[in-house]
């Protein structure tokens, strides 16, 4: 029988993480990357002798020596090698579906969703860890799930899961599943078609068992509509903040209901008015939060001192500076339209609104009345910004371009008077100008922060 040989393809994190789970198990390995893999992993590689390459595929050994493909998840299905691949029969499977197959008798959490998945995801962590559990956290956060199962096996793995690595799940089964929601994200992926996307989504619960547990967004019009159309074995418990359910979790009075075959009060919400993450979106993430300490039979008092020292994520609502009272606040990882109309809806002064990158299929029109309200004038961060030029510029007089972050900052701060926000709070992913949102979000900081310098040395004169 021919030994198994993984080639791996991407050398970012999912990549080197599942490089590093197959050699511990003696398994032959290679990662290839058709660009140039940073110095942080490549020294991973060298340090565990991990054959790789870089700038560049060698195609024939891949197809012919391969007995399994693990791709990064940023890896279209539209690229020619992967075409090939798929026309060979090949199995391309997920990195997260490769950990799982090491930690068959730990726990998985899976939570998914066009927005919100990172705050759920770290609250969980956060709760469990805090209780004493043996937990870890992984997936699209932080480390991926084949590094963390490479070092040390818990109990429980809460995992950030996108829908590019569902993609490759043939067999990936987490035992409590949560879906927040889905918006029009990512359709240039999915040929343009949302159902595509919806399907994929949704592998986080058509592949789970009778035994396990699917928490879901009732609230969400998508979300709804795909319960009832897929095929869902697992326990279905929905939530919702704005309609009373038959069964599930809803709100009345300020008080969390369980509804099953009465109501019963699980958590009064007032106890949480000091938070410091407000917002629908955020209650969203804590209900789904408590539901899964419900679950994992957590004394849901004890979650209370965990949620109050709360604090948002960077680059998620941060509002981290003020200049002559004008709040600067970075939420770069807002890289669909839904993000952006939670964004806005908590503004509560006027706007700068600063938007733009490369666009996924967006759909402007839900936000079109929190623009009309609360938006005083758009600054274009991208290369091309024709789309949200033309869908806005009847609605705002005042709409900007740049391909320079230092511009945009200076250009919103130009515009706006005391009271006012300037929110960076992109609704596209950042691939045309920078590597990622992390760095948009962190340029964006710096530059603020260079201006703060900069107006406080105008002052001294």
Same mark, same amino acid.
């Not at 889905?182 to 919806?198: E, P, S």
């Given at each position: 029988?021919?030994?198994?040989?993984?080639?791996?393809?991407?050398?970012?994190?999912?990549?080197?993480?599942?490089?590093?789970?197959?050699?511990?198990?003696?398994?032959?390995?290679?990662?290839?990357?058709?660009?140039?893999?940073?110095?942080?992993?490549?020294?991973?590689?060298?340090?565990?002798?991990?054959?790789?390459?870089?700038?560049?595929?060698?195609?024939?050994?891949?197809?012919?020596?391969?007995?399994?493909?693990?791709?990064?998840?940023?890896? &279209?299905?539209?690229? +020619?090698? *992967?075409? @090939?691949?798929?026309? #060979? /029969?090949?199995? =391309?499977?997920?990195? $997260?579906? %490769?950990?799982?197959?090491?930690?068959?008798?730990?726990?998985?959490?899976?939570?998914?969703?066009?927005?919100?998945?990172?705050?759920? &995801?770290?609250?969980? +962590?956060? *709760?469990? @860890?805090?209780?004493? #559990? /043996?937990?870890? =956290?992984?997936?699209? $956060?932080? %480390?991926?799930?084949?590094?963390?199962?490479?070092?040390?096996?818990?109990?429980?793995?809460?995992?950030?899961?996108?829908?590019?690595?569902?993609?490759?799940?043939?067999?990936?089964?987490?035992?409590?599943?949560?879906?927040?929601? =889905?918006?029009?994200?990512?359709?240039?992926?999915?040929?343009?078609?949302?159902?595509?996307?919806?399907?994929?989504?949704?592998?986080?619960?058509?592949?789970?068992?009778?035994?396990?547990?699917?928490?879901?967004?009732?609230?969400?019009?998508?979300?709804?509509?795909?319960?009832?159309?897929?095929?869902?074995?697992?326990?279905?418990?929905?939530?919702?903040?704005?309609?009373?359910?038959?069964?599930?979790?809803?709100?009345?009075?300020?008080?969390?209901?369980?509804?099953?075959?009465?109501?019963?009060?699980?958590?009064?919400?007032?106890?949480?008015?000091?938070?410091?993450?407000?917002?629908?979106?955020?209650?969203?993430?804590?209900?789904?939060?408590?539901?899964?300490?419900?679950?994992?039979?957590?004394?849901?008092?004890?979650?209370?001192?965990?949620?109050?020292?709360?604090?948002?994520?960077?680059?998620?609502?941060?509002?981290?500076?003020?200049?002559?009272?004008?709040?600067?606040?970075?939420?770069?990882?807002?890289?669909?339209?839904?993000?952006?109309?939670?964004?806005?809806?908590?503004?509560?002064?006027?706007?700068?609104?600063?938007?733009?990158?490369?666009?996924?299929?967006?759909?402007?029109?839900?936000?079109?009345?929190?623009?009309?309200?609360?938006?005083?004038?758009?600054?274009?961060?991208?290369?091309?910004?024709?789309?949200?030029?033309?869908?806005?510029?009847?609605?705002?007089?005042?709409?900007?371009?740049?391909?320079?972050?230092?511009?945009?900052?200076?250009?919103?701060?130009?515009?706006?008077?005391?009271?006012?926000?300037?929110?960076?709070?992109?609704?596209?992913?950042?691939?045309?100008?920078?590597?990622?949102?992390?760095?948009?979000?962190?340029?964006?900081?710096?530059?603020?922060?260079?201006?703060?310098?900069?107006?406080?040395?105008?002052?001294?004169?």
């Amino acid at each position: 029988m021919k030994k198994e040989f993984i080639v791996i393809l991407g050398g970012g994190e999912s990549g080197v993480g599942a490089a590093l789970l197959a050699k511990k198990n003696g398994i032959k390995v290679f990662l290839s990357d058709s660009g140039i893999i940073s110095n942080k992993y490549k020294n991973i590689l060298i340090e565990n002798n991990i054959p790789f390459e870089e700038k560049g595929h060698t195609e024939n050994m891949i197809v012919k020596n391969a007995s399994k493909i693990i791709k990064s998840p940023g890896i &279209s299905k539209e690229n +020619y090698l *992967i075409k @090939k691949i798929y026309s #060979l /029969n090949i199995p =391309i499977i997920s990195e $997260i579906e %490769f950990g799982k197959n090491y930690i068959k008798n730990s726990k998985i959490i899976g939570i998914t969703g066009s927005n919100g998945k990172t705050t759920t &995801s770290s609250i969980v +962590y956060q *709760i469990l @860890k805090n209780n004493k #559990l /043996n937990v870890d =956290i992984a997936g699209n $956060i932080g %480390f991926s799930f084949s590094r963390k199962a490479s070092i040390s096996k818990k109990d429980i793995y809460v995992l950030e899961i996108s829908s590019f690595q569902l993609d490759d799940s043939h067999n990936f089964r987490s035992n409590i599943a949560v879906l927040l929601n =889905i918006t029009r994200d990512h359709l240039n992926r999915y040929d343009g078609n949302i159902d595509n996307y919806v399907s994929s989504k949704f592998k986080i619960a058509t592949l789970q068992k009778k035994e396990d547990f699917f928490i879901y967004n009732y609230d969400d019009p998508i979300v709804r509509l795909g319960v009832k159309k897929y095929p869902i074995l697992s326990q279905c418990i929905p939530f919702s903040i704005r309609e009373k359910l038959n069964t599930g979790f809803y709100i009345k009075n300020k008080i969390l209901i369980q509804k099953k075959d009465r109501e019963i009060c699980f958590f009064n919400l007032n106890k949480l008015q000091n938070i410091p993450i407000i917002g629908d979106h955020n209650l969203y993430n804590i209900i789904a939060s408590l539901i899964i300490s419900k679950i994992l039979n957590i004394n849901i008092d004890s979650i209370i001192p965990i949620l109050l020292k709360l604090k948002p994520i960077e680059h998620r609502m941060e509002n981290f500076a003020n200049i002559n009272g004008i709040k600067f606040i970075n939420d770069s990882k807002a890289t669909n339209v839904h993000a952006v109309f939670y964004a806005l809806k908590s503004m509560n002064s006027p706007t700068i609104w600063i938007a733009g990158g490369e666009d996924k299929g967006n759909d402007y029109t839900e936000i079109i009345s929190l623009v009309k309200s609360k938006v005083k004038a758009i600054i274009c961060l991208g290369k091309n910004n024709k789309k949200i030029v033309n869908f806005f510029k009847n609605f705002i007089s005042i709409i900007l371009e740049t391909e320079s972050i230092e511009e945009a900052v200076h250009m919103a701060y130009a515009l706006s008077y005391p009271g006012y926000n300037i929110l960076l709070s992109p609704a596209c992913s950042s691939f045309d100008l920078f590597k990622n949102y992390k760095e948009r979000g962190k340029k964006f900081k710096k530059k603020v922060m260079n201006l703060i310098k900069n107006e406080k040395n105008r002052n001294i004169f």
